[in-house]
Structure formats: C-alpha cells, structure tokens
Nanobody
C-alpha cells in the first residue's frame, strides 16, 4: 500500500513560517526523488522544489528561492519543505510527489492528496 501523507499546512500570517512534512510508506523511499508541487485556485500545478535520492536539490520556482528549503530524512521516509517569509501569493494546496525509474518496471510516480497553506492576515 503506497502512501504519501502531507501535513503541516494551515493558516499563517504574512512573514510567518511553516514546515510541511510528507510521510511515505509502501515503497523504497531512499530510491525515489521527492518533490513539492503547489496549486492555487484557478491555476496550474507548479513544481516548487525537488531533492534526488542522493540529496541533490533543485529549486524550480524563482518566487520561492531563498525562502523555501526542501530536505529529506531517509531513516524516517519523510520529505520536508521549510517555508519562510510567507506571502499571500504562497497560498495554495501543496502536494508531495515521489518519482523513480525502477529496474525492469520503468518510471514510477506517486502523489499525496495535498495540504492547504493559507497566508493571510
């Protein structure tokens, strides 16, 4: 049973911080690249940041560079997104994604159901 369960979302004031967590189970977490996406109402889903199985990081969205940090803890099968200096434009549903190329199977991809982040006074 594959599961990606996001948590840590909620209501936060502008300038505040949140740490999102994504707990993974049902697959070999350490072999998968992990990403955070987000989707605001009426907009397309946006890739925010990724971390490879080896720990290499890419910050995809220019708007979050210097404010968001992705990390992973393979011992806990968990990926995190530390979000600082939040603005109302960060309001979105944040989704956890796992992706790998599995030998003899091909590309494998899993999604969480999302956690809502609302930045408002």
């Amino acid at each position: 049973q594959v599961q990606l369960v996001e948590s840590g979302g909620g209501l936060v004031q502008p300038g505040g911080s949140l740490r999102l967590s994504c707990a993974a189970s049902g697959f070999t977490f350490r072999d998968y690249a992990m990403s955070w996406y987000r989707q605001a109402p009426g907009k397309e889903r946006e890739l925010v940041a990724s971390i490879t199985s080896a720990g290499g990081i890419t910050n995809w969205a220019d708007s979050v560079k210097g404010r968001f940090t992705i990390s992973r803890d393979n011992a806990k099968s968990t990926v995190y997104l530390q979000m600082n200096s939040l603005t109302p434009e960060d309001t979105a549903v944040y989704y956890c994604n796992a992706r790998a190329y599995v030998i003899s199977v091909g590309a494998m991809e899993y999604w969480g159901k999302g956690t809502v982040v609302t930045v408002s006074s």
